[in-house]
């Protein structure tokens, strides 16, 4: 049976979330509402690419086009996304989808595109990217089992923080997340998304993304951005105030999430990417005793010769990160979503 591929048009957006939520590896970052935010909140092009077979959707590889000043055209999948790259259901769909994919990078003249894959299996055989792992952990079925099957040192800390008066609660605005992070990020010297970035979405995600806050004392000590994908918890943002630190209002963030999910039908935590050994969010990851797991990027490279590198931890970037943490919050929070689209 012949395959056609084409650009993803807005009357395929049904057919196309049906696809990944159906796909053994989709991810909530291949559904078209990671695709209507971040065109709605950054104005990045979409370039995505169906695969149909007989009329049936057989391949899908969201897709955006991205510049930046520094290292040029880009072709992404998917920009702000741990997770993208290509599903499909048969190795003649990744075919069609890899040679689409060669012909519009040299028909754009891009310099690289780049696929995040969660799995080998989406692997469309381009120059391996070995940067990140993941970690994820199956939801046990009550909260005493959850903290039985923690790493040693996530356990003492989660019982510490339990003995705090801590509640979590749903937010009903972005207004005390959004500051939180704002604040988190100009420690850490990174620019910060605009606040429109979890405004839309909240908008298009719906019931499938949430905010919620940890109270102490009536103060905001921590809050998270989560997305749920099929019985998979997401906790994609987190930020915290310092000042609470030594009550551990993480570790009770990220506890709870997973007791709320045993009471609510979900069977998988997947606490995202981090930098390999080195980055602080890896260390705090690692202590969970979570399953670790390379990540699978790839890229094509087709006018660079190299592989670029924006990670945080690259040397070229140690100045700019000093002096963005010098830098007054208002002025942050101004400068820094222009920056942002820059990093995707």
């Known amino acids: 049976m012949s395959l056609s591929v084409r650009f993803f048009e807005p009357g395929d957006a049904p057919a196309w979330d049906g696809f990944v939520f159906r796909h053994p590896l989709g991810t909530p970052f291949h559904l078209t509402a990671w695709r209507a935010s971040i065109q709605e909140t950054f104005g990045f092009r979409c370039l995505s690419l169906a695969a149909f077979r007989e009329g049936n959707l ?37 075919a069609a989808l890899r040679g689409a994919l060669e012909r519009l990078g040299r028909e754009l003249g891009v ?22 792992v993941t970690f994820t952990h199956p939801i046990a079925s009550s909260g005493e089992r959850i903290i039985a099957g923690l790493g040693r040192n996530a356990r003492n800390m989660v019982r510490k923080a339990l003995r705090q008066p801590f509640t979590m609660e749903r937010a009903a605005s972005p207004d005390v997340f959004f500051d939180l992070y704002s604040r988190n990020l100009r420690r850490l010297g990174t620019p910060a998304f605009p606040r429109s970035h979890f405004e839309n979405l909240l908008k298009h995600y719906g019931d499938s ?9 009536g103060q905001t000590a921590a809050a998270v951005f989560t997305l749920y994908f099929r019985d998979q918890i997401l906790p994609y943002y987190g930020a915290s105030d310092p000042a609470f630190n030594a009550a551990a209002p993480n570790n009770f963030m990220y506890f709870e999430l997973m007791r709320w999910g045993a009471e609510n039908g979900f069977h998988w935590f997947d606490f995202g990417r981090s930098k390999k050994e080195g980055s602080g969010s890896y260390a705090f990851k690692s202590h969970w005793g979570m399953t670790e797991r390379e990540l699978p990027y790839e890229m094509l490279l087709v006018k660079r010769q190299s592989l670029p590198n924006f990670s945080p931890n690259n040397p070229r970037f140690d100045l700019a990160i000093r002096l963005w943490r010098r830098l007054p919050l208002a002025l942050t929070r101004l400068i820094g979503p222009p920056l942002i689209r820059w990093f995707p």
């Open 58 to 94: 057989a391949g899908a590889l969201p897709l955006f086009e991205v510049k930046n000043p520094l290292s040029g055209r880009a072709l992404i999948s998917s920009p702000f996304a741990v997770y993208g790259g290509a599903l499909f259901d048969s190795p003649e769909a990744a």
């Open 111 to 132: 310099e690289y595109a780049e696929l995040r894959n969660a799995f080998p299996e989406q692997q469309l055989g381009f120059a391996p990217v070995r940067r990140y």
């Open 209 to 217: 993304a949430d905010i919620r806050e940890v109270k102490l004392a």
